[in-house]
């Protein structure tokens, strides 16, 4: 796992980058050969990423999207075994699912 990146850096997106690509280059020297992005403020950044280092990068919010987009594709649903207690119920105000309580 690398070192957490610091958006301080630099300031805005582009030191971000910077930082990313500078560390990561330890990583990819060590042999690893596809990095991901642990952080929602990177997101949109791998495909620059992956051009600038050479190796795939795994943009996390895309790819959690896409398992989401994925398992209602393949019908799957919430278990039902009760392996877990059901939420205790809460007023949700202007959710029609909750009958306005």
């Known amino acids: 796992?690398?070192?957490?990146?610091?958006?301080?850096?630099?300031?805005?997106?582009?030191?971000?980058?910077?930082?990313?690509v500078e560390v990561s280059a330890g990583a990819i020297a060590a042999g690893a050969e596809v990095l991901c992005l642990g952080c929602g403020g990177m997101a949109g950044m791998a495909e620059r990423l992956t051009a600038e280092l050479g190796v795939p990068v795994v943009d996390g919010v895309t790819a959690a999207v896409k398992f989401a987009e994925a398992l209602v594709g393949l019908g799957l649903r919430t278990s039902k075994v009760n392996a877990f207690a059901r939420p205790l119920d809460k007023p949700r105000p202007g959710w029609p699912v909750s009958g306005g309580r």
Not at 4 to 14: I, K, L, Y
């Open 1 to 20: 796992m690398l070192p957490a990146v610091s958006r301080r850096t630099g300031g805005a997106r582009q030191g971000t980058a910077r930082q990313f």
